[in-house]
């Protein structure tokens, strides 16, 4: 997903690519009911945008801080039981991605360069750490998913 690095090291995301790759992840997720997807974002540069996304296509989302127990504590007032977790960043949203891990469900999660991919299923390679780039590939996943669930 990487066209070239850079000189001065930073990496260049091929658009291409990552335009198939949102595409599939669309469809995918096109293929459970809003009620089975866990939007979670601790970032602040996308809590508002993950929001969004989740309102759009009628999921449930977790933004902010995210408490260790949300997946796997029924006594806990915010449990939820999803079929899919789709987080924003696998570093800052490690207790969601502990917990998906834990009870065995997909996880889907933007990455970027740096992160890591332990636990991750599905993974859509961007820009996580901007807003704007956060926007975009949310609102286009949402319009794909939307698009697929009318069909």
Do not use: M
Not at 8 to 26: H, P, Q, S, T, Y
């Amino acid at each position: 997903f990487i066209y070239k690095i850079r000189p001065d090291g930073i990496a260049v995301f091929d658009l291409e690519k990552i335009n198939e790759r949102i595409k599939i992840v669309g469809k995918f997720l096109a293929r459970y009911d809003p009620q089975d997807i866990l939007v979670v974002c601790r970032r602040k540069s996308g809590v508002q945008h993950a929001k969004k996304f989740a309102e759009a296509i009628g999921a449930h989302y977790h933004v902010g801080r995210y408490l260790p127990g949300t997946l796997t504590n029924v006594n806990y007032e915010k449990y939820v039981e999803p079929k899919v977790v789709f987080i924003c960043d696998p570093w800052q949203d490690t207790n969601a991605v502990l917990d998906a891990y834990k009870i065995g469900v997909v996880l889907v999660s933007l990455v970027n360069t740096n992160n890591t991919l332990n636990y991750v299923d599905v993974a859509i390679p961007c820009n996580n750490k901007s807003g704007k780039s956060l926007s975009l590939v949310y609102s286009l996943l949402a319009k794909i998913y939307l698009e697929e669930r009318s069909k």
